[in-house]
T-cell receptor
Framework: ETGVTQSPTHLIKTRGQQVTLRCSSQ?????VSWYQQALGQGPQFIFQ???????GRGNFPPRFSGLQFPNYSSELNVNALELDDSALYLC??????????????FGAGSRLTVL | GENVEQHPSTLSVQEGDSAVIKCTYS??????FPWYKQELGKGSQLIID?????GEKKDQRIAVTLNKTAKHFSLHITETQPEDSAVYFC?????????????FGQGTTLQVKP
């Protein structure tokens, strides 16, 4: 059973650019959630995808968007990058069905630096 | 809004001692409380979790207690070992239907000194 894999592991962008981060969910998991973790802080919920549709969103602007594909993998896109977008972006997958619906398996993250 | 407060932010103990990390949550509808261990370069690992219908859960050296009335829960690690050194996060799952949404605490950096 493979876990959650994310790519790239590290990347550097400049202000105003766009970035795409990728995530492959754990086998058997159909729900993917994305989190932003700033340095020294806990992860913050960005949004969740279920059946290829956004199913819940945290307090993030529309320039944060995502996709989920039929194989349950997912992308996080961030447009018009700002310096404050520098963070570790975590992807987590979950079975999506009770009782373990909210038991998340996290990937190692993508470290984004915006200069 | 939904909030989870975690204390202490840093904790240093001698190998073999116990470590306790405490969290409080604001949303009384929260019904699931996991604890994650985060190490550099690794995915955050779920170490133990508890649901709101249970007051205590134990797994070898790790235990979690939940007080729903006071809206707080705690992680207890006994007989600490150097490999327990990591950042620990508590979280609460609001009963919002978004199964992937967890509200995390700010994290506790645990250092176990040999």
């Amino acid at each position: 059973e493979t876990g959650v894999t994310q790519s790239p592991t590290h990347l550097i962008k400049t202000r105003g650019q766009q970035v795409t981060l990728r995530c492959s969910s754990q086998s058997g998991h159909n729900t993917v959630s994305w989190y932003q973790q700033a340095l020294g802080q806990g992860p913050q919920f960005i949004f969740q995808y279920y059946r290829e549709e956004e199913n819940g969103r945290g307090n993030f602007p529309p320039r944060f968007s995502g996709l989920q594909f039929p194989n349950y993998s997912s992308e996080l896109n961030v447009n018009a990058l700002e310096l404050d977008d520098s963070a570790l972006y975590l992807c987590a997958s979950s079975p999506g069905t009770a009782p373990g619906a909210n038991v998340l398996t996290f990937g190692a993250g993508s470290r984004l630096t915006v200069l | 809004g939904e909030n989870v407060e975690q204390h202490p932010s840093t904790l240093s103990v001698q190998e073999g001692d116990s470590a306790v990390i405490k969290c409080t949550y604001s949303d009384s509808a929260s019904n699931y409380f996991p604890w994650y261990k985060q190490e550099l370069g690794k995915g955050s690992q779920l170490i133990i979790d508890i649901r709101s219908n249970v007051g205590e859960k134990k797994d070898q050296r790790i235990a979690v207690t939940l007080n729903k009335t006071a809206k707080h829960f705690s992680l207890h690690i006994t007989e600490t070992q150097p490999e327990d050194s990591a950042v620990y996060f508590c979280a609460a799952s609001p009963n919002s239907g978004n199964t992937g949404k967890l509200i995390f605490g700010q994290g506790t950096t645990l250092q176990v000194k040999p």
